[in-house]
């Protein structure tokens, strides 16, 4: 008697489903919170750290277009959490930098759900990194996710707004 091998497929799903899910309550969590997106949340920590940034310079951190650090940054000196100031070094040259308020907010931020995937995977030996990495970028594959531009940023819908749903993702 042949035995069938088991068929994983709904397992698959379902982890895929709780990856999402996760990410979906973290950003619920985190507006409730400190009322950011997490790609407003990884913006304002990457300007906070440097002190002052270029846009350009927030651009290729991320991963993301120019536009769309742009919009991020719009809405966050619409909240008061960083300013853009003129370079002193070159007039033409604008920077990014934290208020005392946006520094209040990250204080106030749970964790990033990122930063613990990353503090996890860290611990992982370096083969099973290059396992994880070998099958995530096969499920992005799968799901004709291989030409999306994405920022290190776990994140669902548009980057720029938080938008559940939306498919401007080249934009990530």
Known sequence: MTMKPRDRTDDSLIALRRI??????????????VGLTPAQLRVLQIVDERGSVTPKALASQMGVSQA????????LVAQR????????S???QTNVVATPQGHGRLEDAP??????????????ADWEQAQLVSSLERV?????AQKLDAAPVLTTGDIKGGR?????LQEN
């Open 140 to 144: 992005a594959d799968m799901m004709d």
């Open 164 to 168: 559940k749903g939306s498919h401007d």
């Open 111 to 124: 964790d990033a759900l990122q930063q613990r995937y990353v503090r996890a995977f860290a611990k992982l």
């Open 20 to 33: 999402l899910r996760a990410t979906e309550l973290y950003a619920r969590d985190l507006a409730h919170a």
């Open 90 to 92: 070159d007039r033409r």
């Open 81 to 88: 959490l960083v300013e853009r100031v003129q370079s002193e």
């Open 68 to 75: 769309t650090v742009t919009a991020l940054v719009d809405k």
